[in-house]
């Protein structure tokens, strides 16, 4: 099993900038692609940036390029994603997910372990 645990969430104006934490626990060679998710209301859950454990080889949307970043901490077993330039559609329940394959996926149905999301709301 694997536990992920986000934070950091919270209400910004447009053009601020956030970090999102997530905390994972459990076995390793079960979460070797850490992803963010969003899902804004009336929305599906879409991808917006993974991260390769082992690598650090990142993935993005294309909406989110330039503007936020992945990272991973091994030493503390946790993923961030840093979130600048943020716009009123950036608001959303964000995600936080992990994939045992060790091939990328953008597909929310291709992770097995999800954390329980934090919310984001950027005021224009």
């Known amino acids: 099993q694997v536990q992920l645990v986000e934070s950091g969430g919270g209400l910004v104006q447009a053009g601020d900038s956030l970090i999102l934490s997530c905390a994972a626990s459990g076995r390793a060679f079960s979460r070797n692609i850490m992803g963010w998710f969003r899902q804004a209301p009336g929305k599906e859950r879409e991808f917006v940036a993974a991260?390769?454990?082992?690598?650090?080889?990142?993935y993005y949307v294309d909406s989110v390029k330039g503007r936020f970043t992945i990272s991973r901490d091994n030493a503390k077993s946790t993923v961030y994603l840093q979130m600048n330039s943020l716009k009123p559609e950036d608001t959303a329940v964000y995600y936080c997910?992990?994939?045992?394959?060790?091939?990328?996926?953008?597909?929310?149905?291709?992770?097995?372990?999800w954390g329980q999301g934090t919310q984001v709301t950027v005021s224009s």
């Open positions: 997910a992990a994939r045992s394959i060790l091939t990328p996926s953008t597909s929310p149905a291709n992770y097995d372990y």
């Open positions: 991260i390769t454990w082992s690598t650090g080889v990142t």
